[in-house]
DNA sequence: CGACACTTTGACTGTAGTCAATGTAAGTGG
DNA sequence: CCACTTACATTGACTACAGTCAAAGTGTCG
């Protein structure tokens, strides 16, 4: 796994694209450089697995996707989480994470081994009382989701994971802020992961996306690149 | 709403029922003396909303179960976690509850109110973490419900529900330890409600009950009252 | 060019949803 | 005590949405 994962280097927090947005912000610069120490940037391609086994558990997302997948035995996945900068991934107090962590995209990492971590964690407790608000932002998301998954159609359900992309990934060419009604982004999955997010199958999401271009309601430059026109009109569709 | 729950009484610590299983369990008893000045019991009916306009924000939960539900605007539902005692309940640093909480069976709480209950917060440490805990494992049951709606069968999810309740639902007439292959619960929930759990139609949840009565897997005393012979059978149908 | 990964499209199927009728049990009031 | 109501559950007939299986299309890379 290690020997996959590209070159590491220490952080150098005063350019870091996060510092102000990541946990890190709760640190003072003087604090900042004590927790500095124990990190190392990382990047990994995409569909390479952030193995659990190694000591890249705890990691700021500096750069690219992560995907959070459960597996049943058969084989069924379903993706339970996605990441985007500036996420904190790992899941802390725990001996194994109960999910797999999956670059999405080619990811670059601000990562930290799980003993200096937690050293950290007991030396600075505004850390701790920055990750639980994480925690709990993703504990509501992940409830949004089970509305999703429960009672939303293929149709609402594509909408709405465009939405939240058209929210949270970082926007090409041009700014969306919540007053300018247009968007354009980067789609950083597959059709098939898009399904594996929504509990749908890939043809049944190509289908949907097929519909919306039809409809007008988003167009397609390439497979991965979207536009929005008409924001408000997609959020129709999402029925969110 | 304040109106229909009936008497308010003071909390006693010392003869209460989820002491060393609650929130209250990292509280020393002189710290717990302090802490018990804020709370205060409450029953509430079944079917009752647990209102968030109310300064009963925040509880643990002494009796029956409380369920949380999501509801899009045309009416569809969707429960997004169930709390049996001894959990807590309540959405911390939020100014608004992102979903509602509803009193699935008959509930007692030992309520604290909104502002009293910070304070507290910030006066012991151990009651945050110990919250951040439990979010973390709220996350992770959010999570593997996301794999159960996303990706299992009709047949399979009322398995795991089944299964789940059987875990944590207090169990009748026996004790259920996990070396006893056996189980005897009462569910909390109506069809309509297992089917909103689940993300199914109320008739779907039915139709499953009765092929595992016909194929022997449950044996159903009354419509809410249900005997697992054979628990391990349950779990392969679960595929969990 | 061919190989490969990913996507789209089509034809058909099957699972769960919908709509409707019937069943069951507890509670109410004449 | 017995009709009647009410709430909840079961069952049946039919439908529809998304899944499955299969073929063809597109774009990138060596």
Excluded at 23 to 29: G, M, R, T
Excluded at 55 to 65: Q, S, T, W, Y
Excluded at 172 to 178: K, Q
Aim: hydrophobic share 45%; glycine share 4%; aromatic share 6%.
């Amino acid at each position: 796994m290690a020997s996959d994962m590209s070159f590491e280097v220490p952080a150098k927090c005063d350019v870091c694209v996060v510092r102000h947005k990541a946990i890190c912000s709760v640190l003072s610069e003087a604090e900042l450089k004590d927790f500095n120490h124990i990190a190392r940037h990382r990047s990994i391609p995409a569909g390479q697995v952030i193995a659990a086994d190694t000591d890249i558990v705890f990691a700021n997302i500096l750069n690219g996707v992560v995907k959070l997948t459960k597996t049943l035995a058969d084989g069924r996945q379903q993706i339970v989480g996605l990441q985007f900068p500036p996420d904190f991934m790992g899941r802390i107090y725990a001996k194994e994470s109960p999910y797999f962590a999956e670059a999405a995209t080619d990811v670059e990492l601000c990562a930290f081994p799980k003993d200096g971590f937690e050293v950290m964690l007991r030396r600075y407790p505004g850390l701790e009382h920055r990750l639980f608000e994480n925690t709990l932002d993703e504990l509501d998301s992940a409830r949004e989701w089970m509305l999703l998954l429960g009672r939303k159609t293929a149709k609402e359900r594509v909408a709405s994971l465009l939405l939240m992309i058209a929210q949270r990934a970082p926007n090409i060419g041009c700014a969306h802020t919540p007053e300018i009604n247009f968007s354009r982004f980067s789609l950083p999955l597959t059709r098939a992961d898009l399904g594996d997010y929504l509990g749908l199958t890939l043809e049944t999401v190509s289908r949907q996306m097929t519909n919306l271009k039809k409809a007008g309601i988003i167009e397609l430059v390439d497979n991965r690149e979207i536009i929005v026109p008409d924001l408000a009109a997609l959020e129709q569709l999402a029925s969110s």
